[in-house]
Nanobody
Framework: QVQLVESGGGLVQPGGSLRLSCAAS????????MGWYRQAPGKQRELVAS???????NYADSVSGRFTISRDKAKNTVYLQMNSLKPEGTAVYYC?????????WGQGTQVTVSS
């Protein structure tokens, strides 16, 4: 089993920044990629960014150039630095761990971009 705990969400004005954290514990050796997804009200959950065990990253077109995914292996933590936030970025952000047998999800953290 793998446990994922997100933190760092909150209310931010348009153009502002936030950094989300996802702390992983448990059988993390079974995880080969980590990602951040988001789900806005009435919409499907979508991939925001991902990072593989080898360090390769991937971003949704809508956030490319503004968001950065990174990791601290020593802390078993993945981060999502979000800059130049837009109102359409308002959503619940979920941490995801892609495992050999199954995917794991955190409980989500709310990000609200509003003036």
């Amino acid at each position: 089993q793998v446990q994922l705990v997100e933190s760092g969400g909150g209310l931010v004005q348009p153009g502002g920044s936030l950094r989300l954290s996802c702390a992983a514990s448990g059988s993390i050796f079974s995880i080969y990629a980590m990602g951040w997804y988001r789900q806005a009200p009435g919409k499907q959950r979508e991939l925001v960014a991902s990072i593989t065990r080898g360090g390769s990253t991937n971003y949704a077109d809508s956030v490319s150039g503004r968001f950065t995914i990174s990791r601290d292996k020593a802390k078993n933590t993945v981060y999502l630095q979000m800059n130049s936030l837009k109102p359409e970025g308002t959503a619940v952000y979920y941490c995801n761990g892609e495992g050999v047998v199954r995917n794991y999800w955190g409980q989500g953290t709310q990000v609200t971009v509003s003036s």
